[in-house]
């Protein structure tokens, strides 16, 4: 046992009796820096009474060694505040899974108060408020720093800045009066970080569409052409090296090297000769309409039977920077710092964690960390699953495959 550390006795309740006591006011706990609440959705009591102790440290799932001589006696009746907070939250519909995630980060706050000087943030408002401002502070330097995603560090302050006001008794107004909170549309935090507005959550949900669209195609070989549906505007893939063409870009064709005049793109099909004969020189307009007719038709049939035919990695290569973009909003990291990402196995097996998905990741000799949140991950394993049917069972050194070849 580390040194000055102990174990105490935990007073350990269950949360449906909790809340019966709460309804019926028999609740009577005599020392709340011993309450550990036992919940139906965690197999381990949580120990939010050793939040009364400045020195903590995790020895079991269930409970905290702590300092007996840093206990805070002004901590207890926060921790009081706390529970009536909990108890409101569960009989007015909270989701209790939910409601756990929020006090994990809460706990995960206490512990940078402290640990960074900010051990009295219980104290009274205005202590409170300057923890928050550096908090925040805080979060901010980790974005700066490409080891935080915006979403999980305006999550983390929302969490702390919530519980934090219903362990004072007071609103959450009072906490936050003057300051400029972090938002999930927040761009001023760093120049690297795009500015979340309209136009670019537009442009994201593009990108969601493209990558889940072309992956059904490329996974379970879907034939083209393939009505590509985006939010303000469908194109036809087609089975050629100029996979799609809106009618914007149709009405330069005549500039195109390659005119592709067998390929109907806006109708999503191969065009009959005789559709086409007079876009061609007189003298050989038939000839080379049946010839560009044919030419298509064979194409076409071998694109949709070569599962990974050069014109479907052409596909590929437009899902998988659909998804780099939406990897770089949601992680926070950098385009030259995802670019250096090594291929992980850990990338596939490690497990979630109330609902994120923390992964270290070694570039040029350093450890980077960087968080996939609850919301994501499908989109991540998505991308992992097109990466596994692309390359085949071949290796790739990178998480992101660049210059793919196939012969």
């Known amino acids: 046992m580390p040194n000055g550390f102990n174990n105490r006795k935990l007073t350990v309740i269950d949360i449906k009796d909790l809340i019966q006591g709460a309804l019926s006011d028999t609740v009577n706990i005599f020392d709340y820096s011993t309450l550990a609440i036992k919940f139906e959705s965690r197999a381990n009591p949580l120990d939010i009474g050793a939040w009364c102790y400045q020195n903590r440290l995790r020895a079991n799932r269930s409970q905290r060694l702590v300092r007996l001589g840093s206990i805070l006696d002004h901590r207890k009746v926060r921790i009081e505040n706390l529970l009536d907070k909990i108890i409101l939250e569960l009989t007015s519909g909270k989701k209790e899974s939910s409601l756990i995630q929020e006090l994990k980060n809460f706990g995960r706050f206490i512990d940078w108060c402290d640990s960074s000087g900010h051990s009295h943030f219980f104290s009274n408002v205005k202590r409170a408020n300057t923890t928050v401002i550096a908090f925040i502070e805080y979060q901010k ?59 670019v959550m537009h442009q994201l949900k593009c990108y969601e569409q493209i990558l889940n669209q072309i992956s059904d195609i490329l996974i379970n070989q879907k034939p083209l052409p393939y009505l590509l549906e985006l939010t303000n505007q469908s194109v036809w893939l087609m089975p050629q090296k100029k996979v799609f063409a809106t009618a ?10 390659n005119k592709y005049y067998a390929y109907d793109y806006l109708n999503g099909c191969i065009s009959q000769p005789e559709e086409i004969e007079h876009l061609y020189d007189e003298a050989r307009k038939k000839y080379s309409a ?27 290569n437009y899902a998988q920077a659909a998804f780099y973009n939406l990897f770089l909003a949601n992680t926070g990291m950098n385009s030259k710092q995802a670019f250096e990402m090594t291929w992980s196995e850990e990338f596939i097996t490690k497990n979630t964690c109330q609902g994120f998905k923390t992964i270290k990741q070694r570039a040029k000799g350093k450890t980077q960390n960087f968080e996939i949140t609850s919301t994501f991950l499908p989109t991540f394993k998505l991308y992992l699953k097109l990466r596994s049917f692309i390359l085949d069972g071949n290796d790739y050194p990178k998480l992101f495959v660049c210059h793919f070849v196939v012969a």
Do not use: C
């Open 141 to 199: 330097g980790l974005l700066r720093k490409h080891s935080r995603s915006i979403l999980t560090a305006v999550t983390a302050q929302n969490n702390a800045i919530k519980w934090l006001a219903s362990s004072l008794g007071v609103d959450q107004s009072m906490l936050i009066e003057g300051l400029v909170l972090l938002k999930k549309n927040m761009s001023s935090v760093n120049s690297t970080l795009s500015p979340l507005n309209k136009d």
């Open 290 to 316: 049946q010839t560009a007719v044919k030419s298509a038709i064979t194409l076409k049939h071998q694109v949709n039977t070569t599962p990974r035919h050069y014109i479907r990695i052409f596909l590929f």
């Open 248 to 257: 914007a870009m149709l009405k330069s064709r005549q500039n195109w090297p």
